[in-house]
């Protein structure tokens, strides 16, 4: 067979495994609740214990599909302890006082990202806040809505 046969017929299979793998593509998976974080991994359980006057503040660790930062914890702070760590699709929430405070994301590859978060009983504002990743895998944390 000449080379330029052989090479038309290896591209023409190539296109042919291409075309058969994206026909099996996966579909995204359907939502599924966020799991709370086991109390073993609570460092300060006095941030995570109802009490009286204080407001429940939703910290929540979008999925990611990304092998390289699905199974990195990412630890979080409030008033700049560190309080316990999220894994891949978990929250967890954190009673505390009306009023500002510093909530703050890391990994053992990135420095501490933090954010002033208001705290408020004021149904109009939110009191959630989403940890994600970035396409270069660094962490970041935002308020989101209900």
């Known amino acids: 067979m000449p080379m330029r046969q052989h090479f038309h017929c290896k591209a023409a299979l190539l296109a042919l495994v291409i075309a058969s793998l994206a026909g099996c593509a996966s579909t995204p998976a359907e ?38 930062v699905r199974f990195r914890d990412a630890l979080v702070y409030i008033d700049g302890e560190q309080v316990t760590d999220l894994m891949n699709g978990e929250h967890v929430v954190f009673y505390l006082s009306p009023g500002v405070h510093r909530i703050g994301v890391s990994t053992q590859f990135d420095p501490v990202v933090e954010m002033r978060f208001m705290v408020t009983a004021d149904t109009r504002y939110t009191n959630r806040a989403s940890v994600t990743f970035g396409e270069d895998h660094s962490i970041a944390l935002r308020r989101v809505a209900q």
């Open 31 to 68: 939502p599924v609740p966020f799991k709370e974080v086991p109390q073993a991994r609570i460092v300060q359980p006095g941030y995570t214990q109802p009490g009286n006057g204080l407001v429940g503040v939703d910290v929540r660790r979008e999925r990611s599909r990304d092998l390289i």
